[in-house]
């Protein structure tokens, strides 16, 4: 799992994709900066690519 998209630390290019660590039984964690007011995608790579789009972050 990758995460990738304007407000993601490493931008739009998904070669530059922050990876998921993968922490136990399907459960993923990442360590990252996320921009507010930008959108984000998870990016789940498993036999065919899906991608969740997550609308603009809204800051606390």
Known sequence: MFITG????????????IPFKLVGNGEYEIFT?????????????????????IPKIKPR
Do not use: D, H, P
């Open 33 to 53: 900066k996320l921009e507010a007011g930008k959108n984000i995608s998870l990016q789940i790579v498993n036999r065919q690519m899906v991608v969740y789009s």
């Open 6 to 17: 304007e407000g993601a630390e490493n931008g739009t290019t998904i070669a530059q994709a």
